[in-house]
Nanobody, 124 residues
Framework: QVQLVESGGGQVQPGGSLRLSCTTSGFPLASYAVGWFRQAPGKEREGVSCIGTFLFTHVQDYLKDRFTVSRDNAKNTVYLQMNSLEPEDTGVYYC??????????????????WGQGTQVTVSS
């Protein structure tokens, strides 16, 4: 069965960095896109990034200078590197897939498989 498990979250001070991992199983990661989303307390879920095949990546414009998405297909893992973290980055971060190769439509969040999320807290 399709599974995605996020890890790497935690509490960091403003300006710190975290590298989130999304470990997948039950599907050929190399053939499909994976998106990252986050949800702050009391807020709606928002899209963060997507990584597809053919080396395509997308990060929201307001996060491009600080966030980077990558993948290691041999390890069945997608990463989200987050630098210069701000309190506004606090929230639960999720990875998800629609079992499609491209990132088209991922911004809508209409995806079939989601992880349980990992908490990121940025505070001093």
């Amino acid at each position: 069965q399709v599974q995605l498990v996020e890890s790497g979250g935690g509490q960091v001070q403003p300006g710190g960095s975290l590298r989130l991992s999304c470990t997948t199983s039950g599907f050929p990661l190399a053939s499909y896109a994976v998106g990252w989303f986050r949800q702050a307390p009391g807020k709606e879920r928002e899209g963060v990034s997507c990584i597809g095949t053919f080396l395509f990546t997308h990060v929201q414009d307001y996060l491009k200078d600080r966030f980077t998405v990558s993948r290691d297909n041999a390890k069945n893992t997608v990463y989200l590197q987050m630098n210069s973290l701000e309190p506004e980055d606090t929230g639960v971060y999720y990875c998800a897939t629609a079992l499609r190769p491209g990132c088209s439509g991922y911004a809508k969040g209409d995806l079939s498989s989601w992880g349980q999320g990992t908490q990121v807290t940025v505070s001093s």
